[in-house]
């Protein structure tokens, strides 16, 4: 028995969460999907839908596989093509809306078949979604993952490995293992008498271009998602395929042409992406061959006032300015261990001039800036200062789905409190000194620059934004490009870039032990590197505003995950981007799990020119949801362009706590 289609007594189930979503759909498009015939010469058993992704039906007589489902809507149209009975569903890949309509396909017969290693992802999908996230979670960027598993899980019947054929009724699917958009991504391959078409999922979009960066970003910034994306897109070439069938957008009719462009851009980015400095080989001495030792071992002396540590082989990220009166600040304090840091600490008492330390100033929101925060206030009674944007992150990291939060690095510290909240732009009086504090995003959108004047030095403490040697003109110095650090270019680097040549420092305190003189040129190389970089990316984008595609955040919930109990609720705000110098239409429906609720289930309006707006959404667990945790997708629309379930949250659904 298979499934039968269309509205009819017997047909497709619609769970309740899932006629939400759907009924949120209804009006998003700016023109009502029709069937197409992909190659009616050739292949005239081959239709295609679209609604949140191209969905390819092979057909033979009254029944039919599917390559992708979409968001189901599919199931109601197919009688119009003579299908009464669908067999199969083939998935190219796990991401939401290529299967976000499978609800509808639940107590029927209809199989499914995936790429095996995306197996877990559909039907283990809260196991890649964590309360408490580490830096070694598979599928992350340091505890922020990077698939998009389905809301519910999806039982697959059959995982399909590279080189097997699917064969059906006559046709015959061989298997081509193409990842890089996704983990394990694969393309199915057809030869119809003399051609070859190849159902490529997300792998190119027409144009020779990405259909998201976001999902290829699979580690801190050295391009391990990129050079399998390259590799794939360069294995499918050699197939020689005359028809590329893409899960978004029209059809490729010119596959060698475009392949070979796609590879030629993929590779320019590459080339841009990876560090601008030489990440795996750099010395000590590239590092820094500024500072002088003291007599305080592994202590070296910057400028008569200001301090750092540098030790063979380590990365660690101190950095003190010690006053004529004894009183210091530390910029920064992570990667070496409490002993260690006493034992530098006492030697600066004894030899430097060290008396107390006033105040700890961090850098930005990544953990390993701060470990040590906590032992400098509870030991040395150093309050914490920082701005109030990279508070947030300090003080609620699990607000956040971002990279290397404090949490992920196990390190007991769950959390650090700032004592005191810095106004960007602020300035500080302190022993005679004028220090300001100033927002510099660049690596992340949740940093500051903390500069002064000092022993005839204008000195810009930068965090992690740019390291490298100033002095050779090969190196630009840009850090890790992680789009879900924040770091949007034109309020990352490229600002960043642009404030520090208004600033004109002498110095720069990098993290990480670097130390950066007279960096002018440096400064000028790597705002080029900025601008020329997002040239790159916008030759890819198939949006005519790249961000769309860079930007893992531009719908979002905050908090990421939240908490609630059986039969309660939780509110989170739904904080929505535009980035288009014009208004902008979102339609964005709230799908959560079945028995949950969302009010609104819907969210629609409009957003100003280049602003965000955030929107209130409550959502209600029901008495007897199992504990655990739950995946909540966003279902999206801009400007009548449907997108499907991009973005996601997390609830934790907990147990009533007892009455004492």
Request: hydrophobic share 40%.
């Amino acid at each position: 028995m298979t499934m039968p289609v269309g509205k009819g007594k017997g047909s497709w189930r619609e769970p309740a969460c899932f006629a939400a979503c759907m009924l949120a759909a209804t009006g998003w498009c700016a023109q009502q999907p029709a069937w197409r015939q992909p190659d009616p010469q050739v292949l005239p058993g081959l239709y295609s839908w679209s609604d949140t992704c191209n969905i390819y039906v092979l057909k033979d007589g009254d029944a039919a596989i599917l390559i992708d489902l979409g968001d189901g809507t599919v199931l109601d149209r197919l009688n119009e093509i003579g299908v009464s009975r669908v067999e199969w569903v083939l998935f190219t890949h796990h991401h939401r809306e290529q299967c976000q309509g499978f609800p509808r396909l639940k107590g029927s017969d209809v199989k499914t078949a995936a790429p095996a290693a995306e197996r877990p992802f559909f039907e283990s999908p809260t196991t890649f979604r964590k309360m408490k996230p580490t830096l070694d979670d598979a599928f992350s960027v340091y505890g922020a993952s990077y698939v998009r598993p389905p809301v519910e899980p999806i039982p697959i019947d059959r995982a399909l490995q590279c080189g097997d054929t699917f064969e059906w009724r006559g046709y015959r699917l061989r298997c081509l293992e193409t990842p890089g958009h996704s983990p394990g991504g694969m393309t199915y391959l057809l030869d119809a008498g003399d051609r070859r078409l190849a159902f490529s999922g997300d792998l190119m979009v027409d144009g020779a271009r990405m259909q998201t960066w976001f999902d290829s970003e699979w580690d801190y910034g050295y391009g391990k998602g990129l050079e399998t994306l390259i590799a794939s897109v360069e294995r499918l070439a050699k197939d020689a395929p005359a028809l590329l069938l893409p899960s978004h957008g029209p059809s490729v009719t010119d596959p060698a042409k475009q392949l070979a462009e796609y590879s030629r851009k993929l590779r320019d980015l590459l080339a841009l992406y990876v560090r601008g400095y030489p990440v795996a080989t750099v010395t000590d001495d590239e590092k820094d061959s500024f500072s002088t030792p003291t007599v305080v071992p592994g202590i070296h002396r910057v400028t008569p006032h200001l301090y750092k540590f540098r030790r063979p082989n380590e990365s660690w990220n101190f950095s003190i300015v010690i006053a004529d009166s004894g009183r210091a600040l530390v910029h920064d304090c992570g990667l070496m261990s409490a002993q260690v840091l006493d034992r530098a600490l006492a030697g600066m008492k004894e030899h430097l001039g060290l008396k107390q330390i006033d105040a700890l100033i961090v850098s930005h929101a990544h953990g390993d800036h701060f470990l040590l925060g906590e032992h400098l206030r509870t030991k040395y009674g150093a309050s914490v200062w920082t701005t109030d944007r990279v508070a947030d992150q300090c003080e609620h990291p699990e607000r956040f789905d971002r990279p290397a939060m404090i949490q992920t690095y196990r390190s007991g510290l769950e959390a650090l409190a700032i004592d005191r909240r810095l106004k960007e732009g602020e300035t500080i009086a302190w022993e005679g000194m004028r220090l300001q504090v100033d927002w510099m995003p660049g690596q992340t959108d949740a940093g500051c620059c903390l500069w002064l004047d000092l022993d005839g030095w204008r000195i810009a403490f930068t965090g992690d934004n740019l390291f490298g040697n100033p002095a050779d003109p090969k190196q630009d110095g840009h850090e890790a490009v992680v789009a879900r650090n924040g770091a949007i270019f034109e309020e990352g680097y490229a600002y960043a870039a642009e404030y520090l040549k208004k600033l004109q420092p002498d110095l720069l305190m990098g993290g990480h032990s670097f130390v950066m003189p007279r960096p002018a040129a440096f400064i000028e190389r790597y705002a080029r590197w900025s601008k020329e970089i997002v040239r790159s990316y916008r030759k890819l984008s198939p949006d005519d505003e790249y961000r769309y595609r860079f930007d893992p955040f531009w719908v979002r919930a905050h908090p990421y995950r939240a908490s609630l109990v059986l039969g309660g609720s939780v509110e989170v705000q739904v904080v929505v981007r535009n980035f288009r110098a014009r208004e902008q239409r979102h339609r964005i429906a709230i799908c959560a799990p079945p028995g949950f609720e969302a009010d609104p289930p819907v969210l629609e309006g409009m957003i100003g020119a280049a602003s965000q707006a955030a929107f209130p959404v409550r959502l209600h667990a029901p008495a007897d949801a199992a504990p655990g945790v739950r995946l909540v997708a966003f279902d999206l629309a801009l400007d009548g362009e449907r997108y499907g379930q991009w973005f996601d949250f997390i609830l934790h659904v907990e147990e009533a706590a007892r009455k004492p």
